[in-house]
């Protein structure tokens, strides 16, 4: 079954960047779509992105659209969102997930990784 970790969170000033990275293991990463969610404190879950087993389409919350891009290599078995133009309101935070098809609704995906947190400071 494939595990899934986030690594690359942090604490950034408004404006700035920063990559996270989700790296799978223990199973087939490339036959699966993976997603991006957020919870900031307080807050439900939010989905901010996902992408195709295949990278050959994505899907973007509106609040993120322009400022994120998730992207994924099947050879290494990672993905990626890069998130520039971060606001406070991006604090949260942020998971990757397995999904059998790109989609939005959480409940969709059944494999979550831990977690990374993302501060933006204004």
């Known amino acids: 079954q494939v595990q899934l970790v986030e690594s690359g969170g942090g604490l950034v000033q408004a404006g700035g960047s920063l990559r996270l990275s989700c790296a799978a293991s223990g199973g087939t990463f490339s036959s699966f779509a993976m997603g991006w969610f957020r919870q900031a404190p307080g807050k439900e879950r939010e989905f901010v992105g996902a992408i195709t087993w295949s990278a050959g389409a994505t899907h973007y919350a509106n609040s993120v659209k322009g400022r994120f891009t998730i992207s994924r290599d099947n050879a290494k078995n990672t993905g990626n969102l890069q998130m520039n133009g971060l606001e406070p309101e991006d604090t949260a935070v942020y998971y990757c997930?397995?999904?059998?098809?790109?989609?939005?609704?959480?409940?969709?995906?059944?494999?979550w990784g831990q977690g990374t947190q993302v501060t933006v400071s204004s």
């Open positions: 997930a397995a999904a059998p098809a790109l989609t939005s609704i959480g409940s969709v995906y059944n494999r």
